[in-house]
Nanobody, 115 residues
C-alpha cells in the first residue's frame, strides 16, 4: 500500500521559515500530481499547494508569494518551503496526491507559528 510520511514541522516565530518534506513509498510521489493540505484546530482541512508531475504549481491565495512547493521525482519526495509564516498558518500539514486519495492520508506534521 502507498504510504506518505510528512516531516519537518515545528515551532517557529512569525516571519520565520520551515521546510516540510513528504516522502512517498514506491514511486507514487514521482508519478502523480501531489498536493499539500492543512487542518487548523476547529477548521476544515484545506488544500494549500499543488504540483504536477512536470512541475506546474498552484497555491491557495492565502499562501501565494510565501510558500513554494517542489518535488524530486526520482526521490519520490515533495517539499513545501514556507516563508514569512503567520500565526494563521498554524495547522497540521499533510501531503497527498492531487486529486486526493483518502486512503493515503498520513499523520501529518505539526506547524506552530507563535511568538
Amino acid at each position: 500500500q502507498v504510504q506518505l510520511v510528512e516531516s519537518g514541522g515545528g515551532l517557529v516565530q512569525p516571519g520565520g521559515s520551515l521546510r516540510l518534506s513528504c516522502a512517498a513509498s514506491g514511486s507514487i510521489g514521482g508519478i502523480y500530481s501531489m498536493g499539500w493540505y492543512r487542518q487548523a484546530p476547529g477548521k476544515q482541512r484545506e488544500w494549500v499547494a499543488f504540483i504536477s508531475h512536470g512541475g506546474i504549481t498552484n497555491y491557495v491565495d492565502a499562501v501565494k508569494g510565501r510558500f513554494t512547493i517542489s518535488r524530486d521525482n526520482l526521490k519520490n519526495t515533495v517539499w513545501l518551503q514556507m516563508n514569512s509564516l503567520k500565526p494563521e498558518d498554524t495547522a497540521v500539514y499533510y501531503c497527498n496526491t492531487y486529486p486526493i486519495r483518502p486512503a493515503y492520508w498520513g499523520q501529518g506534521t505539526q506547524v506552530t507559528v507563535s511568538s
